[in-house]
């Protein structure tokens, strides 16, 4: 499944950020480490996104997508090699049995100055689902990115962070999604360009922060021991110099 990034910090190059590490998003594109039953290597595209300006506008997030292998993309280090951020988040992709192999398939998803990106699946897609599906409004279906369980995720999580804490979103689609579908991989990043938030839901997650910096990763991009894993069924809240770890439940 999916592997995905988010970094905060000082700002670097995009290119660099997923690039860098002996255990980069790049490298973990076609040598992940813990994929738990998810596929084998990450090549059905990637993206990156990141903020500039002021985080909280709208249009403050930009990103960068491609339904090719990351190695392949020389965009990577010469076009994101340029563009310097403070925050990131970025995703490569091994697509689901079934699901659409392009550019709008790609995470991260973004718009209102949010960006989510999805690693895992929703069992029995999209026919679990559908009365979960029912109640958007046919105009949030048309806004779909994609005809993918990731897309639907992002046009659920973000009509409820509309509503409320970013925290309790993540949550409660999670939980009505493992409700209607259990068994469901709904690891989540999701970012505003000042915070990181993420779920676990039967995948890996580690994350490190420190008083300058955060990084969230589905799998440590260097042997650095500031790394930790995160237990499964949490929801992590991070920038720099702030690290919550809290049971998912407890946002319900
Ligand atoms: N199911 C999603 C997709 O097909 C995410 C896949 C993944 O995590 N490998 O895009």
Not at 133 to 147: D, G, N, S, T
Not at 166 to 175: C, D, E, I
Not at 213 to 235: F, H, K, N, T, Y
Request: glycine share 10%; with cysteine.
């Amino acid at each position: 499944m999916c592997r995905h990034l988010g970094y905060l910090g000082p700002p670097r190059a995009v290119g660099e950020v997923i690039t860098a590490g002996s255990h980069s998003l790049r490298d973990q594109s076609w040598a992940p480490r813990d994929m738990r039953r998810g596929g084998t290597i990450n090549a059905d595209g990637f993206g990156a996104a990141w903020w500039q300006g002021d985080p909280g506008s709208p249009d403050g997030v930009q990103a960068y997508r491609n339904p090719v292998p990351m190695w392949a993309d020389p965009a990577v280090d010469g076009v994101l090699g340029q563009v310097r951020s403070g925050a990131v988040l970025a995703a490569v992709r091994s697509a689901t049995v079934g699901m659409p192999l392009e550019r709008a398939a790609c995470a991260p998803f973004t718009g209102d100055g949010w960006a989510l990106s999805h690693n895992g699946r929703i069992v029995g897609w999209p026919v679990s689902i559908a009365g979960l599906a029912e109640w958007l409004p046919a105009v949030e279906l048309l806004r779909m990115p994609a005809l993918t369980d990731s897309a639907l995720l992002w046009t659920l999580v973000r009509r409820r962070l509309d509503a409320g804490a970013p925290a309790a979103a993540l949550a409660s689609v999670t939980a009505d999604v493992l409700e209607a579908a259990p068994e469901s991989r709904l690891n989540l990043l999701l970012g505003n360009g000042t915070t990181l938030w993420a779920t676990t839901v039967y995948h890996s997650l580690s994350v490190k922060v420190d008083e300058t910096s955060a990084m969230i990763s589905s799998e440590p991009i260097d042997d650095d021991p500031g790394w930790q894993p995160v237990p499964d069924g949490r929801l992590v809240e991070a920038r720099p110099g702030h690290l919550n770890i809290t049971e998912l439940g407890d946002h319900l």
